[in-house]
């Protein structure tokens, strides 16, 4: 059962195979016998999960099911789910009990589906590597010495082990397709603004986009048609339509071209990773697709680019955290001073602090306008290489990361060498372009990934080749070997 997509499982409820009930069990009985070592969880909800699965069956019994009503997910802790324990992966919010539920969370209990617990992350999604967690590293299932990526790691673990369907990742960076791409599954970053940010505890606001994280892109489709669509609660929310993402996978991809940037296939990516990547290529040539080279010159500007944008944005939205509202607060302050200074110092990881120096630097006076506002400058440029890009193509293709999974420790003293595991992925959120990841295949036994990058707001064709290419290969149904349950 465990090995099932999300839009089989779905199909599976609906024909009255099993029930939500039994599903949703399956699913809590692996993570219990399993979850030990990937640590992909902070939090289980056993029995909130199996209450909204009985709810989910009696709906179905009375006609009032939908798409996926009954299927199980997982959420990613940056979430807030009312009465349950919403950390982001930190020390500093290790006992805040959200009051609310985030809209995306709203989404899919509305849609009928069932959230099986909170899954493991880089504190406030700051890392590459799922590291950066005060719960403990999440391990890679395909190898147990390695990273599964960042800072969704606890999500694609999840997935890639079969204890969850799908799940919840946010992409601030990369986030959502670097730890896909490390893990072999699929994830979705869409157009900023598509998924409502209303709930999801703020890194950087103007790059953060949750989206899903799944075996398949249609699997993805269906996360998406629940968490996509304007809410007047999140002011950067897009008022547009919103369309079925699966209406369109099966549409022919003859005549469509595709870019290949220069700049993704220079000395810096492996060759194996080029011969992924030229795989992909090929079987994209059978299905119709044309290619053509094309240059984005400023995206290789992108990570100095966006590790001053996003660190300055980080330590504007972690001010609030002060040990004096909510989070935690340390033990016999002195003065208002020490209670600001001792809490923010022991609820805070080593990445959250570096980050926030950064942040808070390069916004002080006399230096933003030699970083900060230069960063803006060249987010621009990266912006208008897209905009020029997507008036020959329909789409990018290139590599998600420049290397498989590395070892557990295996770059912690060198924070610039982690940044560079988002040298494909940080233009895309720069520029609030949507972007893909899904699995191409191995090296040295581990998975790796291919992205595709669309106009902004068309999520629905990066599906329709994701979904394309996956029905003409098997690398997304490639799988770790873990013993059964």
């Not at 699913?27 to 070592?37: Q, V």
């Not at 420049?402 to 040298?423: H, N, Q, R, V």
Request: hydrophobic fraction near 35%.
């Amino acid at each position: 059962m465990h090995n099932k997509t999300l839009a089989e499982i779905a199909r599976d409820l609906e024909a009255k195979n099993y029930s939500s009930v039994e599903v949703t069990q399956h699913f809590l009985d692996r993570i219990k016998n399993l979850d030990a070592k990937f640590n992909s969880f902070i939090t289980v909800t056993a029995d909130h999960a199996l209450a909204q699965a009985q709810a989910a069956d009696a709906a179905r019994a009375e006609g009032k099911a939908g798409p996926l009503t009954g299927v199980p997910i997982a959420q990613k802790d940056i979430f807030c789910t009312q009465g349950i324990k919403t950390s982001c992966g930190s020390k500093m919010l290790d006992n805040f009990i959200s009051p609310y539920d985030a809209t995306v969370v709203k989404k899919f209990n509305n849609a009928g589906c069932v959230m099986l617990g909170k899954t493991n992350m880089d504190e406030f999604a700051m890392g590459s590597s799922n590291e950066n967690s005060f719960y403990g590293p999440v391990v890679n299932p395909w190898q147990e010495n390695t990273v599964p990526g960042g800072s969704s790691g606890g999500s694609a673990a999840a997935v890639a082990a079969r204890l969850t369907p799908g799940a919840t990742g946010t992409d601030t960076g990369g986030s959502i397709r670097q730890p896909a791409a490390l893990c072999g599954i699929t994830g979705l970053k869409p157009t900023y603004g598509r998924v409502s940010r209303y709930g999801m505890v703020a890194f950087a606001s103007s790059l953060d986009q949750g989206g899903p994280m799944t075996q398949t892109a249609e699997d993805a489709a269906l996360m998406l048609n629940v968490m996509a669509g304007f809410d007047e609660r999140d002011s950067t929310s897009l008022d547009v339509d919103t369309p079925d993402f699966t209406a369109t996978l099966n549409k022919d991809l003859k005549g469509m071209t595709i870019g290949l940037p220069k700049e993704f296939f220079d000395e810096r990516l492996s060759p194996e990773m080029a011969k992924q990547i030229d795989a992909v290529k090929n079987e994209l040539t059978k299905l119709g697709i044309n290619f053509k080279e094309i240059s984005l010159q400023a995206t290789a500007l992108s990570i100095p680019a966006y590790y001053i944008i996003a660190p300055a944005e980080c330590s504007s939205n972690l001010s609030r955290f002060d040990g004096v509202r909510f989070g935690h607060r340390c033990e016999n302050p002195k003065s208002l001073k020490d209670l600001y200074e001792r809490s923010r110092a022991e609820g805070f990881g080593t990445e959250v602090k570096r980050r926030i120096m950064i942040g808070t630097y390069a916004l002080s006076a006399g230096y933003y306008d030699a970083y900060y506002l230069k960063a803006l400058k060249i987010r621009r440029l990266i912006h208008n290489d897209f905009e020029n890009a997507f008036t020959e193509v329909d789409a990018i293709l290139g590599p998600t990361t420049p290397t498989p999974a590395f070892k557990i420790g295996e770059k912690s003293d060198d924070p610039i060498s982690l940044y560079l595991s988002d040298i494909y992925t940080t233009a895309v959120n720069l520029a609030g372009l949507p972007g893909i990841s899904i699995p191409c295949g191995q090296i040295n036994n581990l998975p790796v990934g291919c992205q595709l990058i669309g106009p902004r707001l068309q999520e629905a064709r990066l599906l329709n080749i994701a979904h394309q290419l996956q029905q003409h290969t098997d690398w997304h149904k490639q799988a770790p070997q873990i013993e059964a349950n």
